[in-house]
């Protein structure tokens, strides 16, 4: 951990970080209004009979999207309301428990340095390369072990064993092969992506009912074509929830990364406002861990629905 | 020349190194437009023969032809329906879709309409939109006979189709069939284990024997067509030839001992280096 590090991805690297995250979290806001009128107008020239009564119709999904919304508001404005209260009665000493407004502020001053939207961008560049790299390589070994026998029974036992390690134990051989650059913080955060996708995806293909693949041979379906038209739809909200693991899984393995060995990113903030005892900056980091672990996995969500939507 | 032909068909599993031989020797074959029913005990193999007849499954010797060409793997000639409608739909696509989804890679001109018109043909054509999920079993097994329908087979294959409904809609459904097969001059091969139906619906009823199955029986049904539920099974031929079948399977064990007894004092069984189990009487 040296100081020089700190400095080059700052220069270098937060206008275009900070252009890979937004796209992403316009398309968050954007989809929904896309969809349902979609949705609605797809229903209503469809039917012209009674409409079907199951994945219902537009303004009842709206409703419910509303009320989520609101109803998952409660509890964290309720545990703010608390943490106000608590810290400004000095039932806890401000060492243990900064009120929020010290948090507040922490961020504000690491903003106005420029660091805090480098922590950000650089934490989540790492996991959703890692992310990448990881689920993607596990979609595929998943797709050879869950549909061909040879792959079940050449690769499966070797995958087993390599899950079997407990992650963090690679850590060492990661940094005396790649030293402590951003190969071996990716190369650690994609093993943790990799094992759920691969599980699930290769359990799921493995079980897609035998009658319908037989039903859909009977139909001359074989090969690529059985493949996408009928195992891929039946395996794709597991496929999906292995991918949220795999999301979750990764922002685990970046702060462990980070923790270890980093200059820059929420687990180097964590680590080192911990032991200067700077627990605002502390606390800020969780937070900004949650919510940016939050905002991925909807973002994930909204491709699940579009996902389920088009192929299931 | 007959549309489906059947020879030699044989099947064994073997696991845990023993043969288990589901069908041996099986020969018939199938004229165009005719409708035949195969009929056995129950655990007899009629599922593993139209298997192997519609190239799902490869069988251990003998082959089956489809208008002279052999069958090696699903021919597109053939279209099957199956016992357990829940999981031969795809629950994820709607009731058109599900009907649509074989004529994808199929060069055939004005799909939407043939899909259209298989359900209308099955009485389905104001729900073309609901998932199958949705529909009733006997309305989930229309779906299937649809599907089977717009791919325009030359052999419609059933196996037991319609084994999971209540009464009421079998009856239906068995008159949905025979309407169809007389709209679309299609050959059906029909397996089931209910006699009635069997003679019901058949022009021929081939009975099998207890396994290994062998035909057993060949019953032509000499009853005037279009069939009706009250008066065909009122009638006197009907409870004739019922009474010929259910006879027929019932000294199938006996049949098969005696046969079992003269193949074994005169030659092996033709098939060396098969093992078999013994068949267990049912």
Not at chain 1, 230 to 238: H, N, W
Not at chain 1, 250 to 272: K, P, Q, T, Y
Not at chain 2, 1 to 26: C, F, H, N, Q, W
Request: net charge neutral; aromatic share 6%.
């Amino acid at each position: 951990m040296t100081r020089h590090d700190t400095i080059d991805p700052a220069t270098v690297a937060p206008s275009d970080r900070g252009d890979v995250a937004a796209p992403a979290g316009n398309g968050r806001s954007r989809a929904p209004a896309v969809r349902l009128p979609a949705l609605r107008a797809l229903a209503a020239a469809d039917a012209p009979v009674p409409p079907p009564a199951g994945p219902g119709s537009g303004s009842r999904i709206a409703d419910q999207t509303w009320l989520r919304v609101l109803g998952g508001a409660v509890v964290p404005l309720g545990l703010l309301v608390a943490w106000q209260i608590i810290s400004t009665s000095g039932m806890v000493p401000t060492s243990r428990l900064p009120s929020p407004e010290m948090v507040w502020n922490a961020a504000v001053d690491l903003a106005g340095r420029g660091l805090l939207s480098e922590y950000v961008a650089i934490s989540t560049q790492r996991v959703l390369t890692g992310f990448a790299f990881g689920a993607g390589i596990g979609l595929a070994l998943g797709a050879i072990v869950g549909l061909s026998r040879l792959g079940d029974i050449l690769l499966a036992p070797t995958l087993g064993a390599i899950r079997a390690v407990p992650s963090l134990a690679w850590v060492p051989l990661l940094i005396l092969w790649f030293k402590i650059g951003e190969e071996s913080k990716i190369i650690l955060i994609s093993i943790g992506a990799f094992f759920p996708v691969y599980t699930v995806v290769s359990g799921a293909l493995r079980h897609v009912d035998r009658e319908l693949i037989e039903a859909s041979r009977a139909f001359g379906l074989h090969g690529m074509s059985l493949f996408t038209t009928v195992q891929l739809p039946a395996v794709i909200p597991s496929v999906i929830s292995g991918l949220r693991l795999a999301l979750a899984q990764a922002w685990l393995f970046l702060v462990a990364a980070e923790l270890i060995a980093a200059s820059a990113g929420l687990g180097f903030l964590l680590s080192d406002s911990g032991n200067n005892g700077r627990i605002d900056r502390v606390f800020l980091a969780i937070i900004l861990l949650a919510l940016l672990g939050k905002l991925t996995d909807s973002i994930l969500g909204l491709f699940e629905r579009w996902a389920i939507r088009r192929w299931a | 020349m007959p549309v489906l032909e059947v020879e030699g068909l044989s099947k064994t599993y073997y696991s845990d190194g023993r043969g288990t031989t589901a069908i041996r020797r099986l020969d018939f074959a199938v004229e165009e437009h005719e409708f035949v029913s195969i009929v056995g005990p129950s655990g007899c193999g009629k599922t593993t023969l139209l298997k192997c007849v519609s190239g799902l499954l490869t069988p251990s010797g003998g082959r089956t032809m489809i208008r002279g060409a052999e069958v090696t793997s699903p021919p597109p000639e053939m279209a099957v329906v199956f016992q357990d409608y829940s999981r031969s739909l795809f629950p994820w696509l709607t009731v058109r879709k599900n009907v649509a989804l074989p004529l994808r890679r199929r060069s055939i001109s004005g799909k939407d309409r043939v899909v259209r018109e298989s359900l209308e043909a099955v009485g389905l054509g104001k729900v073309p939109d609901h998932y199958p999920w949705q529909l009733s079993g006997g309305m989930q097994q229309r779906v299937a006979i649809a599907r089977a329908l717009a791919y325009q087979p030359k052999v419609l294959l059933m196996d037991e189709p319609f084994a999971s409904v209540d009464a009421q809609t079998r009856a239906e459904l068995e008159d949905l069939v025979l309407s169809v097969r007389s709209e679309f001059g299609v050959t059906i091969v029909f397996v089931t284990h209910d006699i009635d139906e069997a003679v019901y619906m058949s022009d021929r009823v081939l009975v099998l024997s207890p396994p290994p199955c062998e035909i057993q029986e060949t019953l032509v049904i000499d009853l005037p067509l279009p069939r009706d539920q009250i008066t065909t099974k009122a009638e006197p031929a009907f409870a004739s030839y019922r009474a010929r079948v259910y006879r027929a399977i019932q000294e199938g064990p006996a049949l098969q001992a005696q046969r079992r007894a003269i193949d074994g004092s005169t030659t092996g069984d033709g098939a060396p280096g098969q093992p078999e189990l013994s068949p267990t009487s049912r």
